[in-house]
């Protein structure tokens, strides 16, 4: 009978077959440094792989590490390109070789430098727990149009992360509105005095509930050949009427999409990519000081 794998071996498995998957072989010292392992406990992972796996992995002396043979199969790697660099993504994010399922810490990645305050535990660890537990919490937060934080009691709901920065989508009491809060700007958080489960007659977030259908095409001024280089970049479809990239989003969200696409302002000069298929979509959906 076939033992069933822990969560830590599904997680070093599939390690192994990204590792064969995308860079070709696999060597013990790539499980060393991703896992923290010493080198007897490979020996063994990769024994029990072997063992599970039958002709899968065959050793190559010259170069020192395992490759795949013909009847290799990934039975824990889904070999798509887009989870390989999702988890590249998040490798560089964190820069801990142990949450990588997909690469060795060696392979060289590099991202442009964020510039972001961090965000305080003493903020996070309250927001999470309202959350989780349906609380009201009471905040000091820093907006543009104050010139002082303010005192409010907001209703956390869900932890948003756009635009390179978190926001908690939160029940404004002093608004009486759903909000995006900024969590770098939020200056001290705990438990309000009179604290109480989100109220009865429970504000129903439309924005959060509603999904808006965004749609973009290459910008129409493009040539040809330009306009099938962006249907490429941004996954398009070529439909009946052209090339097109859709999906629904929280209309919450859309605001966000169209200012990082710049689709929120009137497109000019050179660098103009994507256009909305939708242009009312940008009068509809736009930020607002907060």
Known sequence: MTTELSPAQIQRFRFIEAQLLWEGCLQRKDLCAAFGLTLNHVTREISSY?????????????????TATERFKPQ???GDPQEYLELLLAFSLARDPAIMAGTGPALAVEMLPSAQGSIPAQVLRPLVAAISQRQCVEIAYQSFSDDDPQRRIIWPQNLVYVLSRWHVRAYDERKARFADLVLNR?????PADDAANL???????VEWQTCVEVAIQPDPSL???QQEVVARQFGMSNTHAGWRWSTAMRQCLVKYFLHQHRLD????????????????????????DD
């Open 265 to 288: 302002i009137v497109p000019s000069g050179p660098h103009v990519r994507v256009a909305l298929c939708d242009p009312a979509l940008a009068q509809c959906y736009r930020f607002s």
């Open 186 to 190: 939020i200056v001290e958080c705990g």
């Open 50 to 66: 072997r063992a599970r796996y039958p002709g899968f992995l065959a050793y190559d002396p010259e170069v020192r590490a395992w």
């Open 199 to 205: 109220p009865a007659i429970e504000h129903l977030d």
């Open 223 to 225: 040539s040809k050949a």
């Open 76 to 78: 824990h790697a889904s």
